[in-house]
């Protein structure tokens, strides 16, 4: 018992090995009587052609099935042939649908490889990939568009609506000009050089027609991944690229990207979708700056930026990628904090605090302090009585600060800040959002106090401080 799959890549003729090894077949599968190959075939040792079962199945992945099906049962009484267009596997989802299950049950399976149509069409159309290709049968959009650095071939566009379905998610990213190529490899009729626009337009369309789709220059492209971004680095930072792009270091950019973390806030707090977007895009420029110069110092690389975060977000998240139930926030955030312990080695630590905050901005370190310290009990049952303390810290630091131990002010001052932190984050409000929202009002009144003594023909400098307070109270009613 065992299974052959047969890879016809021509239509000039079946190699005389071939037709010897199906001869001890007991069951031969032809996929279409379509295609002048098999015909071949079927004349030389016989066969049964699959076109009955295409036709009458719902779609593409219903009629995998039932050639898969069909092939196992055949097997199970003798020797069968599956004779598939391409390569016999890798460009034909039946018969690499069959490969995978016949050893997964431990059937044997063997592969007689014709040229692909990939290969074929690619020839046809005279394309030459030196970025990569992409084969896929896939036509959403998000299968089509991931990569347009690469050039892209897509069988069996086989009729109108197929052709539709490829023109619609294609031009998501592909200028409508952009000149694609549609052929029949294995009917040997010539390539068509058509407008991605003109895909759809009526045209006799052959059982295996394949589109080749060249690559996109970066200078060609509407529409850009994060593979494109990577690249836009590379060249920014190539001997033929940017001076200041060349300069920068890890340790030069980092200014830069706590600048762009907080323009992003910003515009979160604006809520204008289009101004987030942009702000996104700095953010991901810092990211991807860092991931090339890791890539030139052969530290990192994007690939393992994604990787790791992928990978650590499935091992935090037991409860959706693995069999751990949990029932309420409070257990996805203790499994969270022991598996982080975890990762890090810190089974033996009995404090959660040891690692926290360590590039974070004062106020968020404190914040972030305080909440886990409260996930151990270690916490003001509500504002009121932390609302006292910030009273007491006030008083501490004006009297550290009047008997002149500026060192105690100090520590004073923070345990004030400490205190005030406390109070927002049990009062449920964000520290970070509210003390924006001050600057952001401050800024707001204060160039009103410059617009209207700039109408009186004066400037802040001029005034007294009582002037100065009139306008502040104007700006407020404002």
Not at 16 to 39: D, H, M, N, S, W
Not at 439 to 465: I, T, V, Y
Request: hydrophobic residues 40%.
């Amino acid at each position: 018992m065992g299974i052959t799959i047969v890879g016809m890549g021509s239509a000039q003729g079946v190699e005389p090995q071939v037709l010897e090894r199906l001869k001890g077949c007991a069951e031969i599968l032809l996929q279409t009587q379509a295609y002048p190959g098999f015909r071949g075939i079927q004349e030389a040792v016989g066969g049964r052609y699959l076109d009955e079962l295409y036709e009458s199945s719902q779609n593409f992945a219903a009629f995998n099935d039932r050639v898969v099906r069909m092939a196992l049962e055949a097997a199970e009484k003798g020797e069968v042939a599956l004779c598939v267009a391409g390569d016999g596997a890798g460009d034909n989802a039946a018969a690499a649908q069959l490969l995978s299950v016949a050893r997964r049950e431990g059937i044997a399976v063997g592969v007689l490889p014709g040229p692909s149509l990939a290969t074929l069409a690619l020839a046809e159309a005279g394309v030459v990939p030196e970025r990569g290709l992409r084969v896929t049968d896939d036509l959403k959009k998000e299968g089509l568009t991931a990569n347009s650095g690469m050039d892209l071939v897509i069988p069996e566009v086989n009729s109108p609506l197929r052709a539709g379905m490829a023109k619609l998610a294609l031009l998501e990213a592909y200028p409508h000009d952009h000149r694609v190529y549609l052929s029949d490899p294995l009917e040997g009729n010539g390539v068509e050089e058509i407008p991605l626009v003109e895909l759809d337009r009526p045209r006799a369309f052959t059982p295996f027609c394949t589109l080749v789709v060249p690559r996109l220059e970066l200078r060609e492209k509407e529409r850009f991944a994060m593979e494109d971004l990577i690249e836009v680095c590379r060249i920014l930072r190539s001997p033929e690229g940017c001076p200041w792009d060349r300069e920068q270091t890890h340790d030069s950019l980092r200014r830069n990207l706590l600048e762009e973390a907080y323009e992003v806030l910003g515009a979160i707090q604006e809520g204008d979708p289009f101004h987030m977007a942009e702000e996104f895009g700095d953010l991901l420029l810092q990211i991807a700056l860092h991931a090339v110069i890791g890539e030139e110092h052969g530290e990192y690389d994007i690939t393992d930026v994604a990787t790791g975060i992928c990978q650590k977000m499935m091992r935090r998240h037991p409860h959706v990628f693995g069999d751990v139930a949990v029932s309420s926030t409070g257990e996805v955030l203790d499994n969270w904090e022991e598996i982080k312990r975890r990762e890090r080695g810190q089974e033996g630590q009995k404090s959660y605090l040891a690692d926290v905050g360590k590039g974070l901005p004062p106020l968020k370190m404190a914040e972030e302090i305080q909440k886990k310290a409260a996930r151990w009990g270690f916490d003001w049952e509500d504002y009121r009585p932390a609302a006292e303390k910030v009273r007491e810290e006030l008083l501490e630091l004006t009297e550290a600060f009047d008997g002149g131990r500026k060192e105690e002010a100090l520590a004073e001052a923070g345990d004030l800040l400490f205190a005030c932190v406390n109070v927002i984050r049990l009062m449920g409000l964000d520290g970070d959002t509210a003390l924006f929202l001050t600057c952001e009002k401050f800024k707001s009144r204060f160039l009103a106090m410059e617009s209207m003594a700039a109408e009186e023909g004066k400037s802040l400098k001029e005034m007294d401080l009582d002037q100065m307070d009139a306008l502040w109270e104007r700006a407020k009613k404002h």
